[in-house]
């Protein structure tokens, strides 16, 4: 079966500071990536999604940045946080086809400060 | 562009209650409709799906209708436990074999009281 891991669970940083959150699947080839964020009680942002390696699409222009070196391994950066970037953010993926439904990770919490 | 819309409460309901929760969507062509919770602290899970018209999703207890008549995919629950307290967002693709992300509603916050 398919598992989507991501760390770390929780991070607090300081302004001004890199980042770099990582998310990986077992179980699954080719399959979809995407970068999720959650702000504080409201819905969810779709920030990056990529279909194959090396494929970034970015949906909201910011400080933060996509890479997908393997198949299989998607990470979110940032060389300099902001203020804003805090916030619950949650990797997720899904087979590589139209329709299919998105399977989450745990999420990291990051907090900015 | 595609849109979801859903109730954001706090919906609070006493145990083995009836749940409905709302979800309207606009969306051109033939998106796939979903439903996802989300237990505090936790990330989110898939928990049901319908991809044509008139499909009817179901997990755990939870069901929900994709009526296209009405654009709606309104989740429901016969009598709900304490355990059921979550958020639920309503979701729909409509990748047309892109890979586009889901599109969420804002999500609703569910309380039951025992």
């Known amino acids: 079966s398919q598992t989507i891991h991501q760390w770390p669970a929780t991070l607090v940083q300081p302004v001004g500071s890199p980042l770099s959150l990582e998310c990986t699947v077992e179980g699954t080839s080719n399959p979809n990536l995407y970068w999720y964020r959650q702000a504080a009680g409201r819905g969810l942002q779709l920030l990056f999604y990529?279909?194959?390696?090396?494929?970034i699409s970015s949906e909201v222009p910011q400080n933060l940045s996509a890479s997908r070196p393997q198949d299989r391994q998607f990470i979110l950066s940032s060389k300099k946080l902001l203020l804003s970037d805090s916030g619950f953010y949650l990797c997720a993926w899904s087979l590589g086809i139209s329709n299919q439904p998105q399977h989450f990770g745990d999420g990291t919490r990051l907090s900015i400060l | 562009g595609d849109s979801v819309t859903q109730m954001e409460g706090p919906v609070t309901l006493s145990e083995e209650a009836f749940l409905t929760i709302n979800c309207t969507y606009t969306?051109?062509?033939?998106?796939?409709l979903f439903w996802y919770v989300q237990y505090p602290g936790e990330g989110l899970q898939l928990l049901l799906k319908a991809t044509k018209a008139d499909d009817k999703g179901s997990n755990k207890g939870f069901e929900a209708t994709y009526r296209k008549e009405t654009t709606s995919f309104h989740l429901e629950k016969g009598s709900v436990q304490v355990s059921d307290s979550a958020v639920y967002f309503c979701a729909l693709t409509n990748s047309g074999g892109g890979a586009d992300g889901l599109t969420f509603g804002k999500g609703t916050h569910l309380i039951i009281q025992p």
């Open positions: 990529s279909v194959g390696i090396g494929q």
């Open positions: 969306a051109t062509g033939y998106p796939s």
